[in-house]
């Protein structure tokens, strides 16, 4: 099968696509939807081939037109960037479509004459005044606007509606009780109170004693954690057009003419011309303005675009530019105000005394990589105070977690129902998380088994029994107090929720079939169609 195209090059695109896809069939809106009849390119060939059917390459200029038209933006008012999303969605569309169709037919789905007549009679985009246009008005707009035969539109379209009836059917087996639907509210807006004690290794850890033996044994063994960050030096340059401009030649005849063709541009409160001697300075100012940008233009592109570029020192002799300056070594995580952290993050993707360019907020930075320390082996008395740090912090986490055990046995061996005095008692530190739901807990309090078990906590039973690990902390849990969902209000809610969820069921449910169809056919799709010039 060939389906790289759909899989492993789209991979960010496909899962947002198909969900876009399912919602629009879900909705009604096929392939053709509300037709397009601005179309006014001849367009031949073949968008793709699915399982040996091929998708006319006017359909996918069509869909793609509508595509603009859903986003609200012409095609003029489309960043080049984002052109490629559109080329793939459209054709992603028109594919989804084709196997939809394919499978409508093999479950026997069929459309009459009759359907495909009446549907398209009560298509707006054939309908004037709330009535049929008539035929021959139909069959020119489909030859004109859509450049198509009227055979191979009305092929696409009965495609449509077999993809609708498939849809429908798949509309129509997503199923959802009233007792699952209450379910469903309770676990996303019921909400829970919890006391909880947490136990932080720096608490435990700061006071550890690490021995000499203890860090050495750790460098031996861990020696490729502890190595120097590479190192850059460069020497750099910014740049402008002003700086090209000053040193622009510009001879006393070039002036002289300037001043004769011209001379209207210079005249003074009376109306009279200005003398040349007065005028000079400016004349040679605006000459300068006129050539600076072919100038800097070119220059630009020699350090952007070029294969081969000259070493900095000759790029400055050369334009008469400002000597270069030398920076500092620096690493690739190093914070710097001298120049932008775009410019450090691109010295590291060149080699040594290869020389770069960057364009920064209407400045050049011309730079070029002079030295390059690469990573090295830390001694142990440089990497002392990190291996005590990592100790330390190793066997605060083990010590916290003990006294985490510990302090969980007091609480569950004592008969008091006072979680938060009995904590106290035994000088244990409470907070409370406040009123939260499974989708917002609190940050500390975030991990998918604290937040299973503090649902299932009661009254009766409040204490969990066990600790909880989020990060490099331990935590104790209890319920302080449950708000229990209102069934009036899920009553009132209840229609707009069932849409909701059953929406979102149907959505799945196609998505799962367009899934499972793809990986059994065969996709061969236009290549030209996916390229960023298209």
């Known amino acids: 099968m060939i389906l790289g195209f759909f899989g492993d090059n789209t991979s960010w695109l496909n899962r947002t696509i198909l969900i876009l ?232 005849d070039e002036v002289d003419s300037y001043y004769s063709s011209y001379g209207d541009e210079f005249k003074d409160e009376e109306g009279n011309v200005k003398q040349l001697a007065d005028v000079k300075d400016e004349i040679v100012g605006n000459l300068r303005k006129k050539r600076v940008g072919s100038i800097y233009d070119n220059f630009v592109n020699t350090v952007t675009r070029s294969d081969s570029i000259d070493p900095l020192d000759k790029l400055v002799a050369e334009n008469t530019l400002s000597p270069a300056t030398s920076s500092e070594f620096f690493t690739a995580k190093q914070e710097t105000e001298v120049f932008p952290i775009e410019l450090r993050n691109k010295a590291f993707t060149i080699n040594a005394n290869e020389v770069s360019a960057y364009n920064y907020r209407g400045d050049l930075w011309v730079f070029e990589v002079k030295e390059i320390k690469e990573q090295s082996q830390k001694s142990l008395d440089d990497a002392k105070e990190d291996i005590i740090s990592t100790l330390k912090n190793a066997k605060g986490s083990e010590a916290a977690k003990i006294a985490a055990d510990e302090s969980l046995k007091k609480l569950l061996g004592n008969n008091s129902t006072s979680f938060r005095n009995l904590s106290k008692s035994f000088n244990l530190d409470v907070k409370e998380s406040g009123l939260f739901t499974r989708a917002k807990a609190p940050a500390e309090l975030n991990v998918e088994d604290l937040k299973l078990d503090a649902f299932l906590l009661s009254k009766s039973s409040p204490t969990a029994k066990k600790i909880y690990k989020s990060g490099d902390s331990f935590y104790i849990i209890s319920l302080k107090e449950r708000k229990d969902v209102s069934k009036e209000q899920f009553d009132r809610e209840k229609d707009t929720i069932m849409n909701q969820q059953l929406s979102r069921q149907r959505g799945e449910l196609l998505s799962a079939w367009i899934d499972t169809i793809r990986n059994e056919s065969e996709i061969v799709p236009n290549p030209n169609l996916i390229s960023s010039n298209n």
Do not use: W
């Not at 053709?32 to 040996?52: K, R």
């Not at 996918?60 to 933006?73: A, I, S, W």
């Not at 095609?75 to 084709?98: D, G, Y």
């Open 21 to 252: 896809i399912a919602l629009s069939f879900v909705m009604g809106f096929g392939y053709f939807g509300v037709i397009n009849l601005t179309n006014t390119g001849v367009s031949t060939g073949t968008a793709a081939e699915v399982n040996g059917e091929k998708i006319p390459l006017v359909q996918f200029y069509n869909v793609r037109e509508n595509l603009y038209d859903q986003f609200g933006e012409g095609l003029q008012n489309i960043p080049p960037e984002a052109m490629q999303f559109f080329n793939v969605r459209a054709l992603q569309q028109l594919v989804e479509a084709k196997l939809l169709a394919q499978k409508a037919q093999q479950l026997g789905f069929t459309v009459s004459d009759d359907e495909l007549s009446e549907s398209i009679r009560t298509n707006p985009s054939f309908q004037q005044d709330g009535k049929f246009i008539g035929l021959d008005n139909y069959r020119n707009l489909i030859r004109q606007a859509l450049n198509m035969s009227v055979g191979d539109f009305e092929k696409g379209y009965k495609e449509e509606l077999l993809v609708q009836k498939v849809v429908e059917l798949i509309n129509n087996s997503a199923k959802i009780t009233d007792d699952e639907l209450f379910n469903l509210y309770k676990v996303e807006n019921e909400n829970i109170n919890l006391y909880y004690i947490s136990f932080e290794p720096g608490e435990f850890g700061d006071s550890a004693e690490i021995s000499d033996g203890e860090i050495s044994e750790y460098y031996d063994k861990n020696k490729d954690k502890f190595l120097t960050d590479e190192e850059r030096r460069i020497d750099y340059i910014k740049v402008n057009q002003a700086d090209f401009e000053k040193n622009i030649p510009i001879s006393d």
